[in-house]
């Protein structure tokens, strides 16, 4: 699949909520339970240090993410996102190209380490893609995570030097 990563722009917003909302819906990847609406959408991307949105050859937004502080001061240098793909593009490399792009952004921003707080543990996919980038796992929180149906998983958090 031809996949291109640039960052995000006003008109993108609409896509941006969509995919975004399609993994909080899902309930197994991030920890938001309210969906959002352009509104809200608009303004929690236009907070982020970067936003970048993986589009094909027809412009259509596949994928998108979100890079930010994951704390201030003296551990202002560690950066956090996240990643969220459409249904539909799922396993085809949207993803590896998502994080490509956001270690890019996070180093010209001024980062030196990415962290990611709480991947959960049967996010396989996103593991593995993070693993074969470099990323190395710091441990294990059980139960870290309540999955939509209400049961625990364990979550791992992972870095990256930059």
Same mark, same amino acid.
């Given at each position: 699949?031809? @996949?291109?990563?640039?960052?995000?722009?006003?008109?993108?917003?609409?896509?941006?909520?969509?995919?975004?909302?399609?993994?909080?819906? $899902? &309930?197994?990847?991030?920890?938001?339970? +309210?969906?959002?609406?352009? +509104?809200? &959408?608009?303004?929690?991307?236009?907070?982020?240090?970067? *936003? #970048?949105?993986?589009? $094909? &050859? $027809?412009?259509?937004?596949?994928?998108?993410?979100?890079? =930010?502080?994951?704390?201030?001061?003296?551990?202002? =240098?560690?950066?956090?996102?996240?990643?969220?793909?459409?249904? $539909? *593009?799922? #396993?085809?490399?949207? #993803?590896?190209?998502?994080?490509? =792009? *956001?270690? +890019?952004?996070?180093?010209?921003? &001024?980062?030196?380490?990415?962290?990611?707080?709480?991947? @959960?543990?049967?996010?396989?996919?996103?593991?593995?893609?993070? +693993?074969?980038? /470099?990323? @190395?796992?710091?441990?294990?929180?059980?139960?870290?995570?309540?999955?939509?149906? /209400? =049961?625990?998983?364990?979550? *791992?958090?992972?870095?990256?030097?930059?």
């Amino acid at each position: 699949m031809d @996949v291109r990563v640039r960052e995000y722009a006003g008109p993108d917003v609409a896509a941006m909520v969509e995919i975004w909302n399609q993994v909080v819906e $899902d &309930g197994v990847a991030f920890p938001q339970e +309210e969906p959002l609406n352009l +509104e809200s &959408g608009g303004a929690f991307f236009a907070g982020q240090t970067c *936003c #970048g949105v993986a589009e $094909d &050859g $027809d412009g259509r937004v596949l994928g998108m993410y979100i890079l =930010h502080p994951n704390n201030v001061g003296r551990c202002g =240098h560690i950066c956090n996102a996240s990643y969220a793909v459409s249904r $539909d *593009c799922r #396993g085809m490399g949207v #993803g590896e190209a998502l994080v490509r =792009h *956001c270690l +890019e952004r996070a180093r010209e921003a &001024g980062f030196t380490i990415l962290q990611f707080n709480a991947v @959960v543990a049967c996010n396989t996919r996103a593991r593995k893609l993070y +693993e074969r980038l /470099g990323f @190395v796992q710091l441990g294990t929180i059980p139960r870290g995570f309540r999955m939509k149906d /209400g =049961h625990f998983e364990d979550i *791992c958090p992972y870095y990256r030097a930059l």
